[in-house]
């Protein structure tokens, strides 16, 4: 079946670093990816919506200048965190959806900033 | 806008009890309605769907039925399992939104042995 690969799966950096989360499907072209972030025990919020080729829409109370999205191709996305601080740790999760594929969730990646 | 509530966790049971999780949606069209599954550290995965009133989705011994009339889509299983014990979220995609999915608040579920 489709598959999403989302890279780190796990990172700790300092305070005031900046951090790039990968997001591939490695099977299937993916037109539109999607980035959500969830708070321990709560559900996630989309924080912006991607699609090849064009810049990001970004969820109300989202800071574009803070969370930057590339998809540049079809099969890669990146959101970059800029200048984390330790209110940004977060478990990070991406999707991909391409024609007629639904929505194929990578395993996300947990973010602590010290 | 569109929402989605479920009924809170954790909901404990045991081995081979019967399950339902309550979800009820609010949306200004006619969403499709899903159940992703989530175990720990890991993303989600989709359990099963329906996109329109009175499918049902199903799978793995999991099934939801859309009830327009109600505005529900509430899982159920006759006999879960110990393997069961995840966090499960409702969620719903409107037609011309692109694929954006909203989001219930999760119920997680633990089977005991």
């Known amino acids: 079946g489709a598959v999403v690969s989302q890279h780190p799966s796990w990172v700790i950096c300092k305070s005031g670093t900046s951090v790039k989360i990968e997001c591939r499907s490695l099977?299937?072209?993916?037109?539109?990816m999607f980035w959500y972030r969830q708070f321990p025990k709560q559900s996630l919020m989309l924080m912006a919506t991607?699609?090849?080729?064009?810049?990001?829409?970004?969820e109300q109370g989202v800071e574009k200048d803070k969370f930057l999205i590339n998809h540049a191709s079809l099969t890669l996305s990146t959101l970059t965190v800029t200048s984390a601080h330790p209110e940004d740790s977060s478990f990070y999760i991406c999707s991909a959806a391409g024609q007629r594929q639904p929505q194929h969730f990578g395993d996300g990646t947990r973010l602590s900033i010290l | 806008g569109d929402s989605v509530t479920q009924m809170e966790g954790p909901v404990t049971l045991s081995e081979e009890a019967f399950l339902t999780i309550n979800c009820t949606y609010t949306a200004t069209g006619y969403p499709s309605l899903f159940w992703y599954v989530q175990y720990p550290g890991e993303g989600l995965q989709l359990l099963l769907k329906?996109?329109?009133?009175?499918d049902k989705g199903s799978n793995k011994g999991f099934e939801a039925t859309y009830r327009k009339e109600t505005t529900s889509f509430h899982l159920e299983k006759g006999s879960v399992q110990v393997s069961d014990s995840a966090v499960y979220f409702c969620?719903?995609?409107?037609?011309?939104?692109?694929?954006?999915?909203?989001f219930g608040q999760g119920t997680e579920l633990s089977v005991k042995p």
């Open positions: 099977d299937f072209q993916a037109t539109t």
């Open positions: 329906a996109t329109k009133a009175d």
């Open positions: 991607s699609n090849e080729g064009s810049k990001a829409t970004y």
């Open positions: 969620a719903l995609s409107e037609k011309n939104q692109g694929g954006k999915l909203i």
